[in-house]
């Protein structure tokens, strides 16, 4: 089981910072990424991380304003996101893919299923 804590709402400009925590299970020789949908659009990778090699990845609209990051000793990811925008408004998903991911933890991007996901935490970029 996945849990995402930290979201809410923040004005233009702002900054948050979103948790994934694991229940059950160790997020070792995982993929761990983080997927967003807005109402009426389509769910899209933002960021992902593999847990091992520490590869990471961002989507082109976040690059230089969120980070990904893990900590190995709490079993925890997290995503800093500064300068948000009213189109990061999301529900923000955490999502673990198991596997080594040699090309990229990109790749889970674009996968069809998914070995877990969180429940979502909601991202209000408003004035």
């Known amino acids: 089981q996945l849990v995402e804590t930290g979201g809410g709402l923040v004005q233009p400009g702002g900054s948050l910072r979103l948790s994934c925590a694991a229940s059950?299970?160790?997020?070792?020789?995982?993929?761990i990424s983080w997927f967003r949908q807005a109402p009426g659009k389509e769910r899209e990778g933002v960021s992902c991380?593999?847990?091992?090699?520490?590869?990471?990845s961002y989507t082109d609209s976040v690059k230089g304003r969120f980070t990904i990051s893990r900590d190995g000793a709490k079993n925890m990811v997290y995503l800093q996101m500064n300068s948000l925008k009213p189109e990061d408004t999301a529900v923000y998903y955490c999502?673990?893919?198991?596997?080594?991911?040699?090309?990229?933890?990109?790749?889970?991007?674009?996968?069809?299923?998914?070995?877990?996901w969180g429940q979502g935490t909601q991202v209000t970029v408003s004035s």
């Open positions: 059950g299970f160790s997020f070792d020789s995982y993929v």
């Open positions: 991380i593999n847990y091992n090699n520490l590869d990471t």
């Open positions: 999502v673990a893919d198991w596997g080594p991911y040699p090309a990229g933890c990109w790749v889970v991007f674009h996968e069809l299923r998914h070995t877990n």
